[in-house]
């Protein structure tokens, strides 16, 4: 197991139970590489879990998504792998148009597999959601969004996130502008509920204050980084970002990165 696991929580004991550290049991992953970190206010709840399973307990100031996300970054090594899941991660499916999902059978070699084609550096992940009548089943690279639902990547303290939703595109545009890769494995999917479970960001504020906040974020993203994205607006309100695929042509020789990147796997 050549990589962490960091798992962001608030108030969720009982979903990170049964969900992301059961789906981490049956891979068999060392619980020794798994870190939870946890707000202040709910410390004291993960502490049967942890005993249970064993993993790592990291307290201090986790009380926004943002500042777990930018002490993730901080409390581990320059260059250490580091997997992201979310609390409430129920599979990791194989999706390919046309046939019936199943889950991976391997996620540590998923997973390794990854790191060793960004090995020199960068960030990868996988589709959003487990409907694969988009899923083209190839492996991409260039600007597109990896959701921090479960992604990897070599630890870069480079990395300063701002913004307080929306902080995995800042992420992606941020290793963008590093000229590292940033790899879309779309043969897989992540199956989770979003917006729907208890605690997590949804114990910080409603759906109309949180809509709110992804409104800001992402006002705040398309200032800064003006040549990056469009916004997008759902009928619920929700905002959307749609990367430029390449607008500041950083992958213009992206044939040589592919094949210089498969040949050293």
């Not at 409390?75 to 792998?81: K, V």
């Not at 910080?204 to 800064?224: C, G, M, N, T, W």
Request: proline fraction near 3%.
């Amino acid at each position: 197991m050549n990589f962490v696991i960091a798992i962001a929580s608030h108030k969720r004991p009982e979903i990170l139970q049964s969900k992301t550290l059961n789906l981490l049991k049956k891979h068999k992953m060392s619980m020794k590489k798994v870190f939870v970190f946890v707000s202040p206010e709910s410390y004291e709840d993960y502490l049967p879990i942890k005993n249970k399973f064993k993993f790592n307990l990291v307290g201090g100031n986790n009380s926004t998504i943002l500042q777990t996300r930018n002490n993730i970054i901080d409390y581990f090594d320059e260059g250490e792998n580091i997997i992201e899941l979310d609390d409430d991660v129920d599979e990791i499916e194989i999706t390919l148009k046309g046939l019936k999902n199943k889950p991976v059978t391997n996620l540590k070699e998923l997973f390794n597999e990854s790191f060793k084609i960004i090995h020199q550096g960068g960030l990868f992940g996988l589709n959003a959601n487990t409907n694969n009548f988009f899923a083209g089943g190839i492996d991409k690279f260039g600007l597109y969004s990896i959701i921090n639902s479960c992604l990897g990547y070599k630890n870069n303290k480079a990395i300063k996130l701002t913004v307080a939703e929306k902080e995995d595109f800042e992420r992606v545009i941020q290793f963008y502008e590093l000229n590292l890769p940033i790899l879309k494995r779309t043969g897989y999917g992540i199956k989770t509920c979003y917006w729907r479970n208890k605690g997590g960001i949804q114990a910080h504020y409603d759906f109309k204050k949180r809509v709110e906040i992804q409104r800001e974020s992402a006002e705040q993203l398309l200032q800064k980084y003006p040549w990056c994205a469009r916004k997008q607006v759902r009928k619920n309100g929700i905002v959307d970002l749609r990367f430029y695929r390449d607008p500041l042509h950083k992958y213009k020789d992206i044939e040589n990165i592919i094949n210089s990147i498969i040949l050293k796997k």
